[in-house]
């Protein structure tokens, strides 16, 4: 039973000093801001941990599940511009707006069912209703919005072939052409259920930088979304029709900004890893590419080129913001300290859960 | 709606069974654990659970590592610096001097194993069951939490919603039983229907694992606790036992004799489902407010 080697595990916290000894190493990690300027101390923090392991698990997921959150998004802000667009006469607009729904939600369907662990066994999604999941109750909204979304996209795609197509399908397009309009306004009342459930699903799960950003994360993701889909519009839509598609773009952008940094304000140490790693490369891409294509939509959103280049960036930091807060969740679920540390402090503030 | 969060004399009856029998539960006094790991073997060999590989993890004797889809108790292995003298229980263990021979202070080792055998808490506000989108995680007539295999689709969202990091999906070859979808104690279902033990406190040498109806389990606890306490082991505390606590008390609880944290557990774990209607409550905002800024974006400003 050698000591040497052996890693120890757990030591004294902060009001029980750890003897050095011979063998043992003090595994006590700082935590707290680094030190930027040496007359500047901050009280370091002191946690302990069963050898550095996690407390709680990261989600199994891959790039599947941000894929979906940008996606599903993308689907629920085009979905409006496309139903808008409909009811306020531009065609082009309205045409781009539905098929990049269909075919954004039909993307995320596809990365939905091939994130699961059994994907044979998707339906079994449609055994219950339950309001305390949030997955379960996404899979609701997907399946009155889906086929709503989906009928108004294929009118889009199919009416124009209709000419070209044999006589017997022709009946069918002209129906599904008839109610393009209802179903796509249906999907647009059911499409901001699309982009602000998703921030529940993240939220409702005890990943620290998760969990601590329930507040604001709705927000953030549903600016997000209007981001993503005003920047699709403005990238699709002539300029003379993509006005709505601007204002929705930039309105969106300043909502994820303002809000996302009103998040990290209120999120203590678990906002950490949206400043680290992975997740705070893709949170720094994020930002600045939804800065500059706010910037190119307000003050360039009329030239073509500007207004596409634009409208490219927004989805990108769209896409960025979502994978960002993916993988800073994962990786606070990997250190125990974003776990140990928070609930130790409402613990000392005497705000701990049972007490 | 079942109960969210907070006490819960019946989760069983809550979650709908008419005829429920007493909460089951689990209450392992680590003061007495001697690290055996027969509470693993037997579960495993109970439950045909797959290997979790064979590692050397250099963590003292645990190289199992952690809870998992395919390791359903744990037997954790932390040594320490000794702490102030009369704070340890004397385990019996085998020692170099002869029976009745007092060991002499020089002697004795300048650091203190603490070992306790992890499970699933079967908490009374489980995280896991609460999110489970496919009915497949459910509440038993005993007030325990258990996956039903054949309905779970490997969604993984139990995963990162359990405060204490027990249920995960079975990862493995195609092939291996379960692989792909979620996996963790079941607190032997189907040795409590037919009268029995479970496998690991059946196997348990010590009675470190205690089986039993869950109020019994609390009263001989706090019992054992007061009893530690009265001879000098002030680092004594229950862990899950209180039903005031973020998950509603555990069914499986825990004698430690440190912080929690030091055994790999969160020390003020709350389930996430608390906070459901505030969660809800903002998406409905947020979705509110991307409809009215569509509109506003269609009706304000020109072209």
Redesign the interface.
Known sequence: MSQHGAELAAEGRADQPVQSQDGIRDRRRRIGKRRRDEHQMVPDAVFTSYYGRPVVKASPWEADIPAYLFLGGLAAGSSLLGAGAGLTGRPVLRRAGRISALTAISVSFAALVHDLGRPSRFVNMLRVAKPTSPMSVGTWILTVYGPLAGAAGAAELLTPLAGRLPCSVRPPIRLLGRLAGPAGLGAAVVAPAVASYTAVLLTHTSTPTWSSARKHLPFVFVGSAAAASGGLGMLLAPVSEAGPARRLALGGALLELGVERAMEASMGITAEPLHQGTGGVLMRASKTLTVLGAFGSLFGGRNRLAAALSGACLMAGSACTRFGIFEAGQASARDPKYTVVPQRQRIERGESAGA | ?PS?SGPLHDPAADAGWQESQPRKGFFTDTSVCIGCKACEVACKEWNGVPDDGFNL????Y?NT??LSASTWRHV??????R?PAGNTVSLGMPSTVKPGEAMSPDSAT??RW?MSSDVCKHCTHA?CL???????LFRTEFGTVVVQED???????C????????????VGEQGTKN????QKCTLCYDRLGAGKTPACAQACPTESIQFGDLDELRERAAARVEALHSQGVGSARLYGD?P???VGGAGAFFLLL??P??????????V?????T???R??????????A??????L????
């Open positions: 709606m969210l993890l250099g963590s003292s645990d590592g952690s954790a292995f932390i040594e320490q610096p702490t300048d650091f603490l995280g609460d999110v489970c989108p496919t009915g497949s309905i779970c689709n490997g969604c993984g969202y995963v990162p919603a359990c405060p204490f990091g027990v249920i995960d999906r079975r692989v792909g979808i979620a209180s005031d606590d973020g440190d912080e944290e030091v055994y790999g557990l969160p020390p003020d774990p709350v996430p489902t608390r906070d459901l505030q969660m809800w903002h998406a409905a905002m947020a979705a509110a407010g991307l409809l800024g569509a509109v506003a974006a269609f304000g400003g020109r072209g």
